[in-house]
C-alpha cells in the first residue's frame, strides 16, 4: 500500500486559510445578530483573525516567501504579495485599535476578508503551484520550521497553535 504524501509547507498555510476564512464566516453570522453579547463576541473573533493574520503574514515573510525567492525566476507575484500583506497589515492595526465593535470597524473586518480572500487565491492558484514545482525547495521540511516558529510567535502572544 502507497504511504501517503507527506504535508508540506503549502499544505500548513493552506490550512491556516481555511481557518481564518471560517472565522471570518463566524464574524459575518455575528453580525447579522441582535443578542446583546454579540458585540462582545465579534470584538473577540476580530482579535483573533487578527492574530492569527498577523502570525501567518510573519511566518510567510520570514521563512516561505524567502526561500521561494532564492528558488524561482518570477518573483513578481511575490512583491504583490508582500504589498498585499501590507495592506492587510494596516487595516489590521486599525482593527486592533478600536476599542469596541461598531459599524466602521465591521466594515473593515469585511474588507480584510476580502483582501485576504484574494490574497489565498493567488497564493493557491499562482505561488504554491511555483513552489511545488522546483526542486529547490524542501517544502516538507520548511512545513516543520514553518510550524515551530509559528508555535514560538502564537506563544508569545498567549495563544497556542
Not at 29 to 48: D, I, P, V
Request: glycine share 4%; charged share 40%; net charge negative.
Amino acid at each position: 500500500m502507497p504511504s501517503a504524501k507527506a504535508k508540506d509547507a503549502c499544505d500548513l498555510l493552506d490550512a491556516d486559510h481555511r481557518a481564518v476564512k471560517k472565522m471570518f464566516k463566524e464574524f459575518e453570522e455575528l453580525t447579522k445578530s441582535r443578542a446583546r453579547s454579540a458585540g462582545q463576541k465579534k470584538m473577540e473573533l476580530a482579535r483573533q483573525i487578527c492574530r492569527e493574520l498577523t502570525v501567518h503574514a510573519q511566518i510567510e515573510e520570514e521563512i516561505f516567501y524567502p526561500r521561494l525567492r532564492e528558488s524561482i525566476k518570477d518573483t513578481g507575484m511575490l512583491d504583490e504579495a508582500e504589498v498585499e500583506h501590507q495592506s492587510a497589515k494596516d487595516l489590521i492595526a486599525q482593527i486592533e485599535a478600536a476599542p469596541e465593535i461598531d459599524d466602521k470597524t465591521e466594515a473593515k473586518v469585511k474588507v480584510l476578508g476580502e483582501y485576504i480572500d484574494h490574497h489565498v487565491k493567488e497564493e493557491r492558484n499562482e505561488i504554491f503551484p511555483k513552489a511545488r514545482a522546483t526542486r529547490k525547495l524542501d517544502l516538507v521540511g520548511m512545513r516543520e520550521e514553518l510550524e515551530q516558529r509559528k508555535e514560538e510567535l502564537m506563544s508569545e502572544m498567549g495563544e497556542t497553535a
